[in-house]
C-alpha cells in the first residue's frame, strides 16, 4: 500500500504542477499584464522553468511507483470505471496543453518599417497584406490605414501558416 499511496501523492504533485506552469504561461503571454508590473510577468513564468526540471523525476517516480504497485497487486486490470476515466481526463488535458505550447512556439513576432501594399476585406475579416503576409486587423484599423503607406507595424505570425499574421501595433510614419 505504500507505493500506491506514493503513486498518488506523486500524481498529484505532476498534475498540479503541470497545470500551474500551464496556466502561468498562457497568463505570461497577456501584454497587459507586462505593462502593469513586468515583474510579475516574468514571476509567472517561473512554475514552467521549475515544471522543466521536476516534471520529468516525478513523472519517472511515478512510473516507478506505478509498476512497484501494480506488481505487488498482480491484479493488473481491476483499476475501475471512475479511475479510468479521471486518469483519460488527465491525459487528454496534458496532451491538448502540449499541443498548444507547441503550436504557441512555433509563432514569430516581426517588427519594422512596412508600407503597406493592399487592403482585403473577406467574408467578416479585414487584412492588410504586407510582404506577402495577410495581416488580420480590426475593422477601426482597416479604415484608418491607407494602402502605400509607410507604418511601423509589429504583428504575430505562426511558422506552420506563414501567409497569414495578426497586428499587434501600428503607427504611421511622418515622411
Known sequence: MKAYKAQKVISYWLV???FVAFIGLQLGRI???ADYNYTLHELLYLPANIALYFVPILFLLYVIF???Y???REKRGKWGFKKIIIRSLVVASIIGMMLIIEHQAQEV???GIFEVEE???EDRNYY???EDKKVKVSSNEYRLIEEEQTYLISFVWNKRTPEKGKLETIEQVNQ
Open 16 to 18: 498540479g504542477l503541470i
Open 66 to 68: 506505478l509498476l512497484n
Open 31 to 33: 501584454q497587459a499584464i
Open 70 to 72: 501494480l506488481i505487488k
Open 119 to 121: 487592403k482585403l476585406h
Open 128 to 130: 492588410i497584406v504586407i
Open 109 to 111: 513576432s516581426t517588427g
